[in-house]
């Protein structure tokens, strides 16, 4: 495996991890963020990997 697929593995394991975290506070009744502030962040990230990429 290539370094930049290496780092492209790595940041989407890192956003797994981030996701898996937030599905297990959303589970257990802690406050989120509302749909449209998900939606902004989303896009930052897809942004982000794009520019990354």
Request: proline share 0%; charged share 40%; net charge negative.
């Amino acid at each position: 495996m290539d370094i930049e697929a290496n780092d492209r593995r790595e940041k989407m394991l890192k956003l797994r991890d981030e996701i898996l975290a937030i599905e297990e506070d959303r589970l257990q009744g802690r406050n989120g963020c509302t749909l449209g502030e998900l939606d902004s962040y989303l896009n930052s990230v897809i942004v982000k990997v794009h520019n990354d990429i």
